[in-house]
Every structure is written in C-alpha cells, then in structure tokens.
C-alpha cells in the first residue's frame, strides 16, 4: 500500500514538473533513458537548440536501397526532446526504396513533397496490407509500430516529409533484423522458413555473420 501511495506521488510530481517547464532541451552528453534525455542546464540553452538546418538539403543515397533519410530526432535536434514530436527527410532516386520497417515509438506522417510514392502498411491483426500511389501533395498516416515502406514509383526522383508522435520512434527494419546479424543460419532458416543458400546470400549483402 505504501509502495502504491509513494509510486502515485512520484509520477505526480514528475508530471507537475514537466508541466511547469517551457521545455526541456535534451542535454546530449549524458545516455538517453526511456524518458528521453536529461534536461540541459537552462543557463546553456540557446536559441540554436530550437532550431535545425539539416532538412534543407539531401544526403548521400544509399546505394543499395537507392534511398536517404535524414532525421530530425532528439540526438540530432535537442530542442525536440520531451515535446513528443520530430520530422525527418526522405530521398528517393528512381527505383529507390525504404525497405519494410517499424519505428516502435511512435506513429507517422507522410507528405510527398516531390514525385510519386507507392506507400503502405501491414495490420497486425490479420496482415492486411493498405497501400497506395501518393503523388505531390498526399499525405499518408502509419499507426505506431506497425510495419511500413515507401518505394518510388515515378519516373523522376522523389522526396517526402515525415514527422513523428515521438522525439526518439525507433527503427527496426525486417531485412537488416533478419539478415544482418550474427544469428546462425539454421536458425534463421528454421525461422524464416528460407533456404539455407538464400540466407547466406542475403547475409552477405546486408554484411551478417554465420
């Protein structure tokens, strides 16, 4: 019963807390907790904690998906941290793809800025996909933690907006989960239901081990 009581009191105050602060700017020299990161001195705030420039221009592609994305999370933009919210940039060559993936954190929204975009996602519940060809302009909402990609479906390149319920959504994607470990391949395979040279094959691309 205490325990109870003091557990209550506790997430009282820290919400108390929160709700009194403007903000609380992610001071990046410490680990980040499930909470996020610990507050930066208010003293040491600037105004360039409230703002990032990286959005402007795109990244290198990545060669092997053809594909780049540049975030805008709590690691990178501090000011993000605790408001629940962060943004990234995705660049698409021709044929270029964000291959199935989840971000367990939060959920998204997508607003194609340039070209087209075949975007989808898998329910849970009975792995219905629901997918679409967005063009400049759409936007497209995948609920948290579901499975999801986008491919370029147009003929020129494409870039889209993304932006999150979370300053921190997280990243797994299938392919690298699956193959990209040092996970032995019989078990892999017995997982997977894969044979045992495609999962090698696919460990060499992806740079897994065993």
């Known amino acids: ?67 780049a994305v540049t975030p805008a999370f709590a690691p990178q933009f501090p000011g993000l941290n605790g408001l629940g919210i962060s943004m990234a940039r995705l660049d698409f060559a021709v044929g270029g793809v964000i291959p199935t993936h989840t971000h367990p954190g939060a959920s998204e929204v997508l607003y194609v800025v340039q070209g087209e975009i075949c975007a989808g996602f898998i329910s849970s519940s009975d792995n219905k996909v629901f997918f679409k060809n967005l063009k400049q302009g759409d936007i497209m909402v995948y609920p948290q933690g579901l499975l999801h990609f986008q491919i370029n479906s147009g003929k020129t390149p494409a870039m889209a907006v993304v932006s999150f319920s979370s300053p921190t959504p997280g990243l797994q994607i299938t392919d690298f989960a699956l193959f990209a470990n040092d996970l032995a391949t019989e078990l892999v395979a017995a997982t997977t239901f894969l044979d045992a040279a495609t999962i090698k094959k696919l460990k060499g691309v992806l740079g897994g081990t065993n």
Do not use: E, H, R
């Not at 980040?32 to 208010?42: E, S, T």
């Not at 003293?43 to 592609?61: A, C, E, H, R, Y």
């Open 1 to 67: 019963m205490y325990f109870q009581a003091f557990f209550i009191f506790s997430l009282f105050i820290s919400s108390t807390q929160a709700a009194v602060l403007d903000f609380c700017v992610g001071d990046l020299s410490v680990p980040d907790g499930p909470g996020g990161y610990a507050c930066k001195k208010p003293s040491k705030v600037t105004v360039d904690d409230f703002v990032f420039s990286g959005l402007g221009t795109p990244v290198k592609l990545n060669p092997l998906i053809k594909a």
